[in-house]
């Protein structure tokens, strides 16, 4: 396929999910189904977000999100959710659950400017934790880039940071040596620059195709309590903390927002008509 066929194909489905959402949300059913779930069920969601770009006007990239409808969905997490760090939310995974209610941590790939620009004042406005996962490599040589002085103060105001390799590399395309420098001279290399473990890596790219398991057994081996895809999955006790799964951010219109962090795209029958559509 491509890369007119690719742009076309993903402007299909960006349309569709707005359109499937806009149903959803202004009908009613994503209110009457997360009411069901909350306070009917008592099921709860412990879910991480991963966003790349926060720009400043509108969003430039697939993965980038406009400033202004950053700070509508963090309001919202603020006011609907439980804001939590990775430490406490991967407490699900092992069977301790800490908030009778939904919770989130919310989590950035590749440590852009931005970033810090615009993302981090919002983060601050509304008191809300992050962790920003870094690519050693390019902290010192790229300058839209975060670096040493704006990751320091970022983590003095409670942002966490881990590992994303060193230069953003797909790890299922290496051989074993090339994969395992990736992994572990990014966690040696932050180590050093920030004077603190990096107990965090995530994948580059992060779907399963991006990676093997043996790639998974040198991220262990490395000394990483955890590692995170960004396949669309929940926390729970079933989780395999080296394949973690995240929700993948867009630039989506707050209604969209809503509906797509409900978890009534993750309902069975919803998710498998996903899954064949995304086969075709």
């Known amino acids: 396929m491509n890369g007119n ?4 194909t993903d402007k ?6 707005l359109l499937v959402s ?23 969601r412990n879910i991480i977000l991963v966003y790349h770009e926060i720009c400043k006007q509108g969003a430039i990239s697939k993965y980038a999100v406009s400033k202004e409808n950053f700070e509508k969905q963090m309001d919202y997490i603020k006011r609907h959710f439980s804001a939590v760090s990775l430490d ?37 406005k509304y008191q809300l934790r992050a962790t920003i996962f870094l690519i050693s490599g390019w902290i010192v040589h790229k300058k839209d ?12 105001d409670g942002i966490d940071f881990g590992s994303h390799t060193v230069n953003h590399r797909m790890l299922s395309s290496l051989d074993g040596n090339a994969a395992n420098d990736e992994i572990c001279c990014s966690k040696t290399e932050l180590e050093a620059l920030l004077k603190k473990e990096m107990c965090y890596f995530a994948y580059p790219y992060g779907k399963k195709r991006h990676f ?58 919803v998710f498998a008509i996903r899954k064949c559509v995304k086969r075709r």
């Open 5 to 8: 066929a690719i742009k076309l």
């Open 12 to 17: 299909i489905v960006w349309s569709a999910f």
């Open 22 to 44: 806009f149903f959803l949300y202004f009908s009613g059913i994503v209110g009457l189904y997360t009411f069901s779930r909350k306070k009917v069920f008592k099921r709860y």
């Open 88 to 124: 406490t939310i991967l407490e699900t995974n092992e069977g301790k659950p800490n908030v009778a209610t939904d919770a989130v941590a919310i989590t950035f790939d590749d440590g852009f400017k931005d970033n810090f620009l615009n993302a981090y004042p919002v983060l601050k």
């Open 145 to 156: 880039m975060l670096n040493l002085e704006e990751i320091n103060r970022m983590e003095k």
């Open 212 to 269: 093997t398991e043996e790639v998974k057994d040198k991220v262990k081996q490395a000394g990483y309590k955890a590692a995170f895809t960004t396949e669309n999955r929940e926390i729970d006790t079933h989780s395999d903390r080296f394949e973690l799964g995240r929700f993948c951010i867009q630039d989506y219109p707050l209604y969209a927002f809503k509906t797509r962090v409900s978890g009534i795209f993750e309902i069975k029958f």
